[in-house]
C-alpha cells in the first residue's frame, strides 16, 4: 500500500493522487495540516533522500520566511525543525511504500516505481 503524503489543495498532489486513481493503485493520503508529521518521519525521509530534496524552498512559506530563518537551515536538523514548524516547507506529495520513497511528481519515477 502506498500513502501519499501532502496537503489535499496542492495542485502536485492532486495531480499524484490522480495519476495513482486512474492506474488502480490504492493508497491513503496523509494530510501535513491535519495529522501533522513526526521528526522521526522527516528525518527518516531526509537521511533516504536528502534534506535538501526534501524541503520545498520554491513555497510562498519559504519566500515568507526571513532572511536569518532562511540561512540558519545548514543542516539537517535545523531543516526537520523547521520543517515542523512550517508543515507547507516538505516537498509535495511524498509516496511511501513498501521498498519505496518518490519525492514530488514525476510521471516516469512513478511509472518505474509504482507499476
Given amino acids: 500500500m502506498v500513502t501519499v503524503f501532502g496537503i489535499p489543495g496542492c495542485d502536485t498532489t492532486k495531480k499524484a493522487m ?10 491513503n493520503f496523509h494530510d501535513y495540516r491535519e495529522a501533522g508529521i513526526s521528526p522521526k518521519k522527516l528525518d527518516e525521509w531526509c537521511y533516504a533522500m536528502g534534506w ?16 536569518k530563518q532562511q540561512q540558519s537551515v545548514t543542516n539537517q536538523e535545523t531543516a526537520v525543525q523547521l520543517m515542523q514548524e512550517h508543515h ?3 516537498k509535495r506529495p ?5 521498498g519505496k520513497l518518490i519525492v514530488g511528481w514525476d510521471e516516469q519515477e512513478y511509472e518505474s516505481g509504482l507499476l
Fill in 88 to 90: 507547507t516547507l516538505i
Fill in 18 to 27: 490522480g495519476w495513482l486513481k486512474k492506474k488502480k493503485i490504492h493508497f
Fill in 94 to 98: 511524498i509516496l511511501a511504500g513498501p
Fill in 52 to 67: 535538501e530534496k526534501v524541503l520545498n524552498k520554491k513555497s510562498t512559506t519559504w519566500r515568507n520566511l526571513t532572511p
